[in-house]
Structure formats: C-alpha cells, structure tokens
C-alpha cells in the first residue's frame, strides 16, 4: 500500500529524523523555520550527492572549484542588482499586523500566480476579496517588496562597513573570475564552480527543504566568449546530437533530439550541450526515473531579466505534489560581470581570440538540499519489513552493513577483520545488535544496497553471506572475493 | 638566501595570489579584513587537508560527521554563554572616536598581556600613559567588553526572531547530541564533528589566516562518561604509554612518554590519548617537524572558564614570528550540555552503565584556515628556480603534472591519454605551455611532487620521465607502470 502525499513527506520526515538523516536546526528550542541540520547519515548522503556532482561537472576541461567568504561587502550586490531586485512581495494585515507572501497568499487561495507582476497580485487579492489567514480582516496593506538578504554590519568602527550573507554562490565567483583566468590555462571557455552555502530571508519558508532560510548550492558558471556559442567540440556535438532531451515548452512535454531543439527552437549549441549534460546527470548518475524528469523552459516573466535562456529541472515528487524545481540552466549573458566592472571600476575583460572581452556567462545551479529531498522522495518503497529507501549504490550513506550472526563465537572477530578492510574503500556501517531480520529491516530503512552476514559457516569455509536491497537475494561468496563481488553490481 | 620574516609572509601572499590559493574576498572592491577567499589550487590543498583530518579522527570507533545551519537562533548562546561572556576588550578614543582591542593596543606597545584582566589592561593603559594609535590624544575610554558575534534577524514578522552566525561549530554538535546519540550505537563515547564555518566580528583582525571574520573549523567533539576518564582500552593505552609527548608547561619545552604525563601531573588518560592522537596527526599526518611543534598548556586566566584541561597545539611560523596556536585540545565538561538542558528544559541526559547522566565533553579543535597557512610557512623553501613549497604528497594540490615535451608529433595525443587514466585516482593537472624548465619551475612553485614528461622517446618505447620535486632526479619508466611507481614513493 503507497502512502498518499501528505502522509509520503511525514513518513520521510520520521525516518530522517529517527535514524540520523536531517531535523530542524536547534530542535531542543522548538526548532526555527527554514534552518535544517543534517546527521551523520545525511551527511553522507550530501558528501555524495556533491561527489557525483563533481563528477559530473568538474571532469569537464578547464572546470576548477573554488570557495569563498559567504560574507560579501555591499558593493557586490549593488553591482548584481541583488540589493535593488532581490525582494519578495510582503502584505501586513493592517488589523493583527500578521505579515506574509501576497504570491503564497494567492497559490494558496487557488489563484494562479504565474506571469502575475505585483501589481496583477495586488489587484487579484481585491478582487477575490482575500481575508488574513490569521485574523479574517479585510483590511490588509498592499503587497510591497521585501529585501530577501541578511544585512550584516561589520567591525566595530563608527562608519560600520555593511555586508549581506550571499544569496547565491554565484556572485563569488564572478569576484574571482579574473584571478582565476589569470591563475589558469588563460582560456575560455573556463568553468568556476562554488559549492557552498547560500542565504535568503524567506518571509515564510515551507515546503521542507524547498525554501529554506540557509542552504547548499551546487553552482558551475561557465564564461565563454559569446561569438563561440554556436561552437561545440564536432565529437563532443556528435556524441549527444541524437541524444533526446525530455522537455517542457509552453507547458507540454515533448521529447526532441539536441540537434532538433538546436533548429526548431534556435537554441546555441553551447547551451544545449550543458542542457544535455544535466539531462545526463540525473538520468544515468542520479538514476531518476524518465517519467519523473523534465526540463521546463520559463517564460520570460518568470525568469530573472537578465536570464537569456532559463530551464529548470523538475522532478515530479509525490511528496510536493507534483513537478518541483531542483536545478536551473540560466544564460546571464555578461549581466553580473559588466556590473561588478562598472561598479569596482575595475578592468574585467581578457585577452581572448586576439580580442578583449567581458565574457558571457552559462550558469548550471542545483539547490543541493532540494536534491537531497528529492532522492528520499524518489527512492522511497514500501518494502516486506516497511518504508525503505532504494537509494542507487553511489548515493546511499552505506554501501554496506557488516552483520556477525551472533556476537560471539569469533565471529565478531572475523567480521570486525572484514569491516576493518572494507572500510578503507567504502562507507560501511558494522551492526552486532539485535535479531538479523531486525538488522536487515534496520538497513533496508537507511537504503543500504548491500548487507554481509558472518555465520558459523563463515568460521568452516571463510565464506560469508551477501544480501541484496532490492530483490533480497542472498548468495555466499568467499571472503576475499567480497570486494569484486560488490563491485560487479554496477547495476545499482 | 632564506628570506627575512616578513618578506616571507609576503613572499606567501604574492604566490598565494597570483597561482590561485587563495585572496582577499571582494578584491576587486578593495577586499574586506578578516575575509579570504581560495582559489582552485587552495580549494584542493584545503579538501586534502580536511580529509587528511577525517582519516585520524574519525576513524575511531563512534565518531561521525554531521552538517548544521551556521545561522543558530539566540537562547543557543544564552544557553552556552556566548551571548553574556564573548566579548573582546574595546577601547574608544574620546576625541577622533578611533576604536581599537585593549589587549592588541597593549601588545603593540610591548606589554604582555598574558595573564591580565580586563582591569588590569586599564591600569596599564593608565600607568604607561598610551595614547591613541590613530591621532595621539591621550583621552581613552577605559576598555569596554564588546560581543563578537553577528547578529541575524530572522524573518519579517514584527517580533524579530534573533539569531547569530555561529562563533564555533560546537554548540551545532551539542544540539544535535541527543539525537545521535540514539540514532547511532547509544554507546559512549561518543565522537561527533563538524567541518564549518564559523564567524567572529573581530574589531582588528589582522595576521591573515590567524584572526579572521569568517573561517573554517574542524571540530570534534566526544561525548564521555567522567566515571571513564581514566578509562583507554588496554591496547590503545599501551600502544602510546612509552610515545612521547613534546609539551610546553610553565614556559617550559619539555619531552615526556603519556605514562610519565598521566602519573606526574595527573592529567587523566582518555585526555592524554587525544593529545597523543592530535601530535601524531601534525607530526605523522602533515610531517610538521619535531621542532616546530609543541602541546602548551594555558594557565587558568588564559583559558575559557569552562575548560578544565586545555592544551594548545602551537607551530613556530618564521612568517608570524614565533609559536602560534592551530589547534586546541578542550576538557569542557558538562558545561554545555548542562547549559542547554537548563536553558531548553529538555532531558539530555543518556542512559550508560545503568545511570542516566550528563556526559562530559573533550573537544579537539582545529582552525582550518590557520592550518592551511601554516602549511606554507612550515614547507616553504627556497628552490633552484626561486620560492618553492615542499607540502607532503597527500596535501600538495595537484600529486601529478603531465608534460608534453611538445605539442604535436602525436606527444599531446600520448599525454592526454594518460592525463585521463591518472586522472580517475590523483589530482592532475596537464601543461603544455611554455619550456620543460620553465614548466618544473612552475609546479615547483605549486609543491607539486611529480612531474611526468613525454617526449620523442615515449613514442618509440612507451616510457616516460618521472621528476621528482625534492631530489630533482629524473628516471624513465613504462607508462603502464607509472601508478605503481607513485605509489612507491610514500616517503613524501
């Protein structure tokens, strides 16, 4: 029997909790919204996730990862426009002086809110006579913007020197771009990658780890000179041109070949090649089912008016309801980078193809604890012994459980032996507690794909037993071949 | 010719700077004191030394990692303190309102301050007649203690919600400890890190890595029962007993085995066995040499009220001119548990050996940042091609550097192939500009330990040359048994 939605998200949510996975920040304190802590499990989990992720993206040529302060000085966010644009829409209710989202306010009185500018909002909340969700007055404020960052002063002089917590990992990297061109092949196209933490004020986070107050990015920005946006290595565009990307335009789904969205659509091949890339990512590294996969392209009210070309990743999570963003493709052309050139004052071009340029910027933006979220959501099953998790074999916190059938007898030792062994290569867990099956429900819930018993007939013949999740099949093999047997199933 | 010791921090920087270690945030606005960004090259050294870190630490039996939001809501810090007692010594100058730390102002002036209150430094101030450091009035305030945390107002809700960026990543540790405690053996101890940042508003900061405003942490915590703290098991405390300890007490530089220091000043052994554990990391794990190293322990006025024992590690920088603290080994007691307990009103207590109780905590600390500093000033040489790092091959950047002699005659073909092998195991990086000389010089520069060069004769017998940094020899070896060859050099 499937859960129904709501009862998905808490049943995850207990598991996380209970077994070490993630919980709200400061929980003995009642917790705080929008700030979550992961345990031990869940960092695993993240760790890998952000492996993959390197992976993926940083074997690219040229691609490096850097990190920065997330403490970053004013000027950087009048130059990115952050500190003029970054604002959500906030109503007070002028009777209880409640304050909250006017484009929440609306989704969740049924209006659709997409394309709505603030002023459309403004006149639906009168139209459909929309009341305080906490008082029932009529009487609330017009929506106004509300800036998103958190202010920090710094030092302790009279003059303080302002500061925000970056909201995106993005803008360190444009106040590194020339230093790393300079300290690398001096060559685009040149990839700079941050992962790191980000920060936004929301006026009110919800959704889990949907909108959270502090979180994880993933962010690659990749520059390029513009004029090469057509080009992409002949074997590289070879390789994907009849590659099919699973896309959302004007709100249907279609699936097309990277050369037929090249042509129909006068998508640049550079772009394509990166969609292609994150397609790929999720599908072959996350193994995310097709059907739950799209790439949604946004229009042009939705996406931020520097964003060229916007696509995002949506993944269909029962626990949400539907199609959630957990990635987004962002052309931001040469936006940020003549901003922080107009406002350090500083030369950002560089020498490229005999000319000197500010080059553009392709971004590939993944909200790390989203996709942590949507992993539980995807791979979790009802299995025989209850909810599990069929996390892929790179993915999950374990790979394996090392389990002596009894704790006793010497065979805690030789499964210590092994443990010890294995460990110096995967993340292994060793449980002697409890009944086996018990053991074995206990791993199943974490997703740990693989579960060796040391028996009494390990102590006869040096064998062991191996347990698989997923169609829990148990086969014996010898102890020293334990290493290539795990490594066979690549399947996982 | 050995550069003086300012010319050597100096000489750090510019290399920092210009090769991708690491920068000033924001340098293109000026850059902002206390706030450092990493390059490529720093990310990688960085990664290498956390996981270097997690290697000795947590592999100990019970010990895991977890991850918390930095941004912690107030009664955290009512609870451990931080709120009423973080404070630094802030002194304003009544005629140009300059504002400056007591104690720096003290020491600027060539007084030690070791050991003095915050009264004391006002008698001082007094008694030497100081005067501003900015326009040399003699009207001072007397010094005043001012809170070194960020504050954070959270949401937009009339009643702020008051939060703080972390001043360390412990107390996300002791909020979580209960927790896992019951999600992991429910075992004591019980080991519990985090690697984060954590944030102090530094009124001067100054010394680069050593006092800045935003800086990474590698903290463990372990959770103990007090009962057990002359409890190491037989084999564990035998394997150390004869080890050597290189202590620094009352002044004094002093070498004794952890038998003599647990007998002698009745430091208890489970401290003794970390303290054993941290020297070995500096002097097996990061080859600090001996002389260069040493555990201090601070008197009672020096350490936090709360610390009962507390050794420092302290490494002797030329660049920073002297021993200087990069780790701390902290027995604080229940204090912070017993502190959240009463602040949250929750039970924190654990069931272990049949008692409920508190446990006590020995805390290792590591800035990470300063560690990474101290690894230049500890590695730098001078080369034959100029300023050189010597860093151990498990922290250098990149291990490898392939070396097309030229780039064509199918060398480039050769070279890239095994790039893309190496690639799978090691950091490597491929260069193929510039003279061979110039190119060694390069990774020279870099601390990278091997160069591999292709040139005319690979391609008629498939061999290659390996160069190694420290002795400069150079020997051909078939390009198929390059691996084994870097593995045998475990000497670096």
Redesign the interface.
């Known amino acids: 029997m499937k859960p129904d939605n709501k009862n998905k998200a808490e049943i995850i949510n207990a598991i996380a909790?209970?077994?070490?996975f993630f919980?709200p920040?400061?929980?003995?304190?009642g917790g705080?919204?929008?700030?979550?802590?992961?345990?031990?499990?869940?960092?695993l989990i993240?760790t890998n996730f952000e492996n993959l992720w390197r992976d993926q993206f940083l074997?690219e040529e040229n691609c490096?990862?850097?990190?920065?302060?997330?403490?970053?000085?004013e000027?950087?966010f009048i130059a990115s426009g952050h500190l003029k644009n970054f604002n959500d829409p906030?109503i007070e209710c002028k009777k209880c002086?409640?304050?909250f989202r006017a484009d929440q306010f609306l989704e969740d009185n049924g209006i659709d809110i997409k394309n709505l500018d603030i002023e459309e909002m403004n006149k639906a909340i009168i139209k459909e006579k929309l009341k305080c969700p906490k008082c029932n007055s009529q009487e609330l404020s017009n929506a106004k913007w509300?800036n998103m960052m958190?202010p920090?002063?710094?030092?302790?002089?009279?003059k303080k020197?302002m500061?925000y917590?970056t909201p995106e990992t993005a803008q360190?990297t444009y106040?590194?771009f020339?230093?790393?061109f300079?300290?690398?092949?001096k060559k685009l196209p040149l990839g700079?990658a941050i992962i790191g933490?980000a920060?936004r004020?929301e006026?009110s986070p919800r959704q889990l780890f949907f909108r959270l107050?502090?979180f994880t990015q993933a962010e690659l920005q990749i520059f390029f000179d513009p004029e090469e946006i057509e080009n992409v290595e002949e074997n590289k565009w070879k390789e994907i041109s009849k590659y099919k990307l699973i896309l959302n335009k004007d709100n249907k789904k279609i699936e097309l070949t990277c050369e037929e969205v090249n042509k129909k659509f006068k998508i640049p091949k550079f772009y394509i090649y990166n969609l292609a890339l994150v397609q790929n990512f999720y599908l072959e590294k996350l193994k995310i089912p097709k059907d739950k996969f799209q790439l949604r392209e946004l229009g042009e009210k939705e996406r931020a008016f520097y964003n060229k070309i916007h696509f995002d990743v949506e993944i269909n999570l029962e626990s949400l309801g539907g199609f959630k963003e957990v990635a987004g493709i962002h052309y931001r052309t040469d936006h940020d980078l003549l901003g922080?050139e107009k406002?350090?004052k500083?030369n950002?071009q560089v020498l490229w193809n005999n000319k000197n340029i500010i080059p553009h910027v392709l971004e590939l933006s993944f909200g790390v604890d989203r996709n942590i979220w949507m992993l539980f959501d995807v791979f979790y099953d009802i299995g025989k012994e209850g909810p599990m998790f069929r996390f892929p074999k790179k993915l999950a916190p374990f790979s394996i459980a090392i389990l002596p059938l009894v704790n006793k007898e010497g065979m805690d030792k030789v499964a210590k032996e092994i443990y010890k062994n294995l460990?110096e290569k995967f993340n292994v867990f060793y449980d002697d507690?409890g009944s086996i099956g018990r053991r074995y429900a206990r791993q199943d819930e974490i997703g740990t794909p693989f579960c060796i018993t040391i028996d009494g007939q390990t102590l006869k013949d040096k064998t062991v037993t191996i347990r698989e999740r997923d169609s829990m099949k148990q086969h014996r093999v010898k102890i020293e071949k334990i290493e290539e047997e795990l490594n066979k199933t690549q399947s996982l």
Chains 1, 2 share one sequence.
């Open positions: 909790n209970k077994r070490g919980w920040t400061a929980e003995i304190y705080r919204a929008g700030l979550y802590s992961y345990g031990h499990l869940g960092k993240k074997k490096y990862e850097i990190d920065s302060s997330i403490i970053l000085p000027p950087v906030l002086h409640f304050r509300f958190f920090i002063e710094v030092g302790s002089t009279e020197d500061a917590l360190a106040l590194a020339k230093r790393e300079e300290a690398t092949r700079i933490k920060f004020n006026i107050r502090e922080h406002q350090s500083q950002l460990k507690s």
